[in-house]
């Protein structure tokens, strides 16, 4: 995979489960196949939103599987690898890359709070070993660490480093991050909250949470702001504030699972230690996502 094929929206992906905490891979089938037809492009299962950590190996092996059968090669499938340790993460990549993986997102090393060379040895280190190309995935609000820009700078030289999701909603830094990174190297968007302003500084689009409710709208802010129309996308992008509060409000996927039957997808359950959010909270959402969706289909999504 090249970093060529790193522009515009990729949904980051729920996994479905059922009781028993395996997959639903019916409702993953199901959400798949709404994301294809909506033009999306790419997936990006088994981050965060992926509830990667309470998965067991099977079955985010499983997920991956799936999401590649489901696309066919049609578009990338860049599973998350959120291990905190290099051997795991490595292996969880390889694994990966086997199921149908185009490629990696490989999360800054957490818990043992390495310094920036240490992040540095990391990234270099997993990238000659890994099958596929990686992207870096920084997230400092979880892992409490982020990565210094002149690190990234130099990460994004090496061939087999292809891109990053950049979710430092310090907008300060993601202006000195895309002032030095290679021209090679694809810069994605991670927070929802910032994608059009994130584009405006450089960023080729955005790996998105609520992409996976409303791609329609979220292929239209990226568009505009592609075209470098970027008062129209903010001006789509706050319709989204009111969906965007509530989906944040308790820890995602927990909202936005709520509320995914809305698109024909019937997958509320989580994984501990989640519990279902609070059923005001999922009312509120409701109405606030079937306006969105009542919005998206006036506009012809």
């Given at each position: 995979?090249?970093?060529?094929?790193?522009?515009?929206?990729?949904?980051?992906?729920?996994?479905?489960?059922?009781?028993?905490?395996?997959?639903?891979?019916?409702?993953?089938?199901?959400?798949?196949?709404?994301?294809?037809?909506?033009?999306?492009?790419?997936?990006?299962?088994l981050?965060?939103?992926?509830?990667?950590?309470?998965?067991?190996?099977?079955?985010?092996?499983?997920?991956?599987?799936?999401?590649?059968?489901?696309?066919?090669?049609?578009?990338?499938?860049?599973?998350?690898?959120?291990?905190?340790?290099?051997?795991?993460?490595?292996?969880?990549?390889?694994?990966?890359?086997?199921?149908?993986?185009?490629?990696?997102?490989?999360?800054?090393?957490?818990?043992t709070?390495?310094?920036?060379?240490?992040?540095?040895?990391?990234?270099?280190?997993?990238?000659?070993?890994?099958?596929?190309?990686?992207?870096i995935?920084?997230?400092?609000?979880?892992?409490?660490?982020?990565?210094?820009?002149?690190?990234?700078?130099?990460?994004?030289?090496?061939?087999?480093?292809?891109?990053?999701?950049?979710?430092?909603?310090d907008?300060?830094?993601?202006?000195r991050?895309?002032?030095?990174?290679?021209?090679?190297?694809?810069?994605?968007?991670?927070?929802?909250?910032?994608?059009?302003?994130?584009?405006?500084?450089?960023?080729?689009?955005?790996?998105v949470?609520?992409?996976?409710?409303?791609?329609?709208?979220?292929?239209?802010?990226?568009?505009?702001?592609a075209?470098?129309?970027?008062?129209?996308?903010?001006?789509?992008?706050?319709?989204?504030?009111?969906?965007?509060?509530?989906?944040?409000?308790?820890?995602?996927?927990g909202?936005?699972?709520?509320?995914?039957?809305?698109?024909?997808?019937?997958?509320?359950?989580?994984?501990?230690?989640?519990?279902?959010?609070?059923?005001?909270?999922?009312?509120?959402?409701?109405?606030?996502?079937?306006?969105?969706?009542?919005?998206?289909?006036?506009?012809?999504?």
């Amino acid at each position: 995979m090249k970093a060529s094929r790193l522009r515009g929206i990729f949904p980051a992906i729920p996994t479905p489960v059922n009781a028993d905490d395996t997959i639903d891979e019916q409702a993953t089938r199901a959400l798949v196949a709404y994301l294809m037809q909506r033009g999306i492009d790419g997936l990006v299962p088994l981050g965060g939103t992926g509830e990667y950590g309470a998965l067991s190996r099977q079955q985010r092996l499983k997920m991956v599987g799936l999401c590649a059968e489901a696309a066919g090669g049609t578009m990338a499938v860049i599973p998350g690898v959120l291990d905190p340790g290099f051997h795991d993460a490595l292996q969880a990549g390889r694994a990966f890359a086997d199921a149908g993986a185009d490629a990696l997102m490989l999360l800054t090393p957490y818990y043992t709070s390495p310094t920036q060379a240490g992040i540095r040895d990391y990234f270099l280190r997993y990238a000659d070993a890994a099958p596929v190309p990686i992207l870096i995935y920084e997230i400092p609000y979880r892992t409490r660490i982020a990565i210094a820009p002149e690190v990234l700078h130099e990460l994004s030289r090496h061939e087999r480093i292809i891109g990053m999701k950049a979710c430092n909603t310090d907008m300060y830094h993601f202006l000195r991050l895309m002032a030095g990174v290679s021209d090679s190297f694809a810069v994605l968007g991670g927070e929802d909250s910032l994608l059009p302003l994130q584009m405006a500084a450089g960023a080729r689009g955005g790996i998105v949470v609520t992409a996976t409710m409303l791609p329609c709208t979220w292929r239209a802010i990226h568009d505009l702001a592609a075209a470098g129309r970027i008062a129209q996308a903010l001006e789509l992008h706050r319709r989204l504030i009111p969906l965007l509060e509530l989906v944040f409000a308790e820890t995602n996927p927990g909202p936005m699972k709520s509320v995914l039957d809305l698109i024909g997808v019937d997958a509320p359950l989580l994984l501990a230690p989640l519990v279902a959010p609070a059923a005001g909270l999922q009312a509120r959402l409701r109405c606030e996502m079937a306006r969105c969706l009542a919005a998206e289909a006036l506009a012809g999504g």
